[in-house]
């Protein structure tokens, strides 16, 4: 929708697979930016995004070497999410975020079937059950800090910028270290690109992503439907309505006809 | 015609009253857990399968099984076939308790039902859920006025029936032009999934296949309902009239079937049908039950049979089923990761809510003009109609 209009504000993070070391750090400052309810001792790190999880670090071993991803919202340029919403309680906000009211919400969730990362998560519990996902901080954001996640890497793994300066930065990798890395930045262009950018020394399919994805905006796909919608009404009811009078005038004159001869019946009787 | 059936005290326990009283009584549990609890409590829903029974069967499958009020209306009063008259109002009281069975199952399934009339002034035209929303609420008012007539009729009250006269035929267009728009949305709410909806389900021809097999739904329906209540309210069956119909069906279903099929020949994914995997059998078992039915209605001696031409109507509402729930679950399941049944709590208040709308379908049969008045009575307002009609259209 306003895609092109906000691509110079818009902000992202470039996460690059071969410098994270799985320390973790980014779901802790993500959960203490964000208020999510702390694992309780003892418990195995979170693998699965979650409602208090907004992301996960993940090891994957691929041919023998270990590689830790990360999942998060992607932050899509044109949300699936965001056009599935059917009371526009998510939206894409200048600065990139896909931000979410719960307030206006009333659980319908298609938000999540709609996601073609399925990242968006329920609280399944609650009573008031509201979507959870990665917010890209944008309260932090507002107030001139990067991300959480991207505070708190301590390799530079994951980088908060502006998203054109950050496919730079990406493109460069790749060109300088071609042995390092695959020749693919995942974000750019998968279902239009969005915020989250990601580099990896393996292919992405390989680690679980989603693996040949198209490169148009999924919004598409339901508009090209929806805008006949106007043109739908009308043709139907004026086709419906011209049915209805040539059936109905039929009819009409085959009674006209049928009342004419009775007529004609009675007075041949009067006579 | 209708003989009330007399109430035997001594009759009044029986096996049957016993089984629906256990239902509803669990219902009644099943209703205040959900509530109380929430969804993680009643449902084995989860990040991986956000949809599953409930908005599968009750909502998605519920609006398709109400299609017969439409394709009857479309039938007989727009485009004239008066045959069937005595089959429009049976099947206009199934769609409108259809559509308060997809309403009650959405307020069960969404999770903050007290915000669903956020849909009415917060508006994303761009989201199929939005029209789906839309169309819920418009359709169903369109179905209350459709069905008011009989309520009214029972009670006599004669001012507000001629007003719903004067205005009933825009109305049944504009309840077949909702229709057309919600049986299609649903299709729509999927054409998001392209990545996560497997080939054998996911072409954006989905709006326009939703759209077909609810028509051809919508007369299996009203064919099989004929059948239940000859059966459970003690009516006759006017075989040949449903013999007749069957000949729609018939027509409605190959016409689906061969858009069905050649958009899976376009896409060229017919080696998916034959892998043996789970979305291999869900899909051969679908495609079947459209397809069986079919030696039945094209032979014009097996149409003619109440058995044969049961079962078909029955086989065609199943294969519905079967589609939308391999469209909004099975066919989901494995780009999700994520795996799903039912619990008994699911299964039961699904249950609990058919058997509540068939309760009252039964009642309303009893006490009001459902099957008996589209006789002479009816016959006469529609002279009168046509001759107003005709003093309008002819004054030169």
């Known amino acids: ?271 | 015609m209708p003989s009330i059936a007399g109430m035997d005290v001594r009759k009044l326990i029986t096996p049957g009253r016993i089984a629906i009283g256990i239902i509803i009584l669990g219902g009644v549990i099943i209703t205040l857990r959900r509530f109380a609890f929430g969804l993680g409590a009643t449902t084995n829903l989860s990040d991986q399968v956000p949809w599953g029974l409930w908005i599968s069967f009750d909502v998605i499958s519920g609006v398709a099984l109400a299609a017969g009020g439409f394709t009857m209306a479309l039938l007989v009063h727009i485009a004239g076939d008066h045959t069937y008259r005595g089959l429009v109002r049976p099947a206009i009281l199934t769609a409108f308790l259809g559509y308060l069975l997809v309403i009650v199952g959405l307020l069960f399934d969404i999770g903050k039902p007290w915000n669903i009339w956020h849909a009415i002034i917060y508006w994303n035209h761009h989201s199929a859920m939005f029209e789906v929303a839309w169309c819920v609420m418009l359709y169903t008012t369109v179905l209350l006025l459709e069905f008011l007539p009989m309520v009214l009729e029972r009670f006599g009250l004669h001012a507000p029936m001629r007003i719903i006269r004067a205005i009933q035929i825009p109305l049944f267009i504009t309840g077949i032009v909702l229709s057309t728009l919600h049986q299609s949305s649903l299709g729509s709410l999927f054409l998001l999934t392209p990545g996560k909806l497997h080939p054998l389900w996911y072409t954006r021809y989905l709006p326009l296949l939703f759209f077909f097999s609810a028509v051809t739904v919508g007369f299996a329906m009203v064919m099989l309902e004929s059948f239940l209540s000859s059966k459970f309210l003690r009516r006759g069956l006017e075989l040949r009239l449903l013999a007749r119909l069957g000949r729609y069906l018939a027509f409605a279903d190959i016409f689906y079937l061969i858009l069905r099929i050649q958009d899976l020949t376009r896409r060229g994914v017919w080696g998916e049908a034959f892998t043996g995997s789970t979305e291999s059998i869900f899909f051969l078992a679908e495609m079947a039950l459209f397809t069986v039915p079919l030696f039945i209605l094209f032979s014009s001696r097996l149409r003619r049979q109440r058995t044969p031409l049961f079962l078909a109507s029955l086989m065609i509402v199943i294969g519905l089923v079967l589609n939308r729930l391999n469209i909004s679950l099975v066919g989901m399941l494995r780009s999700t990761g994520g795996s799903y049944l039912p619990n008994w709590q699911e299964i039961w208040l699904s249950v609990f809510l058919v058997l509540c709308a068939a309760l009252v379908f039964g009642l309303a049969a009893r006490f009001l003009p459902v099957f008996s008045a589209e006789g002479p009575r009816d016959a006469g307002a529609g002279a009168k109609r046509s001759t107003d009609g005709a003093s309008q259209a002819a004054p030169a």
């Not at chain 1, 056009?83 to 975020?97: E, F, I, N, Q, Y």
């Open chain 1, 1 to 271: 929708m306003n895609r092109s209009t906000h691509r110079e504000s818009q902000k992202g993070l470039l996460i690059d697979f071969t410098k994270c070391i799985g320390c973790e750090a980014c779901m802790e400052g993500c959960r203490e930016a964000n208020d999510l309810a702390q694992p309780s001792p003892g418990d195995p790190p979170a693998r699965e995004l979650g409602a208090d999880n907004f992301t996960v670090v993940v090891p994957r071993e691929v041919d023998g070497k270990e590689v830790f991803i990360r999942r998060l919202c992607m932050h899509c340029a044109d949300p699936a999410c965001v056009s599935a919403c059917p009371v526009g309680a998510l939206t894409k906000r200048p600065d990139g975020a896909v931000s979410y009211d719960g307030d206006l919400c009333f659980g319908c969730r298609y938000c999540m079937v709609a996601c073609p990362f399925s990242v968006p998560r329920y609280q399944w519990d609650s009573n008031a059950p509201v979507v959870r996902k990665c917010t890209l901080c944008y309260p932090r954001l507002d107030e001139g800090q990067e991300p959480a996640c991207a505070a708190a890497c301590p390799t530079g793994a994951t980088r908060f910028g502006p998203r054109e300066t950050l496919l730079e930065i990406a493109r460069e990798r790749i060109r300088k270290h071609p042995d390092l890395y695959v020749d693919h930045i995942f974000g750019e262009k998968e279902v239009g690109g969005g915020s989250i950018l990601m580099i990896s020394p393996v292919d992405f399919a390989q680690l679980g992503f989603p693996a040949s994805m198209t490169h148009n905006p999924l919004p598409e796909l339901t508009w090209a439907v929806q805008k006949r919608i106007p043109s739908i009404v009308v043709t139907g009811t004026v086709f419906l309505g011209g049915l209805y009078w040539v059936v109905n005038r039929r009819m009409e004159r085959a009674r006209d006809a049928e009342d004419a001869r009775e007529v004609e019946d009675a007075r041949g009787a009067e006579r």
